[in-house]
């Protein structure tokens, strides 16, 4: 008998233990599920831009995770920028001093990428799926998939994007996108 309760002593401190630790993972803070830094960069490049700041902050988490570095494609930084693609927007934007070397600066870095967002999202009259495309696999093959889109009646969706990179990088935007709006609304005056 004595061992008996013994067992079910041990049992019930086993459930207690394994729903603890489920309550202090379920209260890990949201920023170590979803990272958010340069904040006021963000807010100034989607005031400056007209830009969604859950955009900016959706597309730095799918490029780096709020972790800056050089891709093995030579983009460089939060937003990972080519250099010949911030030559363009340095000269497209009026930029007389650019060097490859501001990119590794976050600031600098949100205000090229989200230049280049806000270059995209002209283009393609405001819609984000391929401005977010195009952001990855590059304007030249994402004007061949919306035009062969709008030649059968539609618009480019994210299951007839041909690069399995591509769709995954889009769901990954727009995915965190929704979250960051819903976790740091007032980060990201949003409020």
């Known amino acids: 008998m004595l061992r008996r309760r013994l067992r079910i002593v041990v049992v019930l401190a086993a459930i207690g233990g394994v729903i603890a630790g489920i309550a202090l993972t379920a209260k890990v803070r949201p920023e170590r599920r979803l990272p958010l830094e340069d904040q006021t960069a963000i807010k100034a490049q989607a005031k400056q831009k007209q830009l969604d700041p859950a955009l900016i ?8 995770k709020f972790v800056p570095r050089e891709s093995s494609a030579g983009a460089e930084g939060l937003m990972q920028i080519l250099p010949s693609t911030a030559e363009f ?16 600066h976050p600031e600098v870095n949100i205000a090229y990428g989200s230049y280049y967002l806000r270059y995209l999202l002209n283009h393609y009259g405001g819609e984000e799926l391929p401005t977010i495309a195009a952001y990855n696999a590059g304007l030249t093959n994402v004007d061949r998939w919306v035009a062969k889109a709008k030649e059968e009646g539609k ?27 819903r976790l740091y609304p007032k980060q990201l005056g949003m409020e």
Not at 57 to 64: K, L, N, W
């Open 89 to 104: 927007l340095a000269k497209r934007s009026g930029g007389t001093e650019f060097s490859t070397a501001d990119l590794a």
């Open 155 to 181: 618009s480019l969706s994210v299951d007839e994007i041909p690069f399995p990179e591509t769709r995954a990088y889009v769901k990954r935007v727009l995915g965190a996108e929704q979250a960051y709006r």
């Open 57 to 64: 902050a959706a597309v730095i988490y799918a490029e780096t």
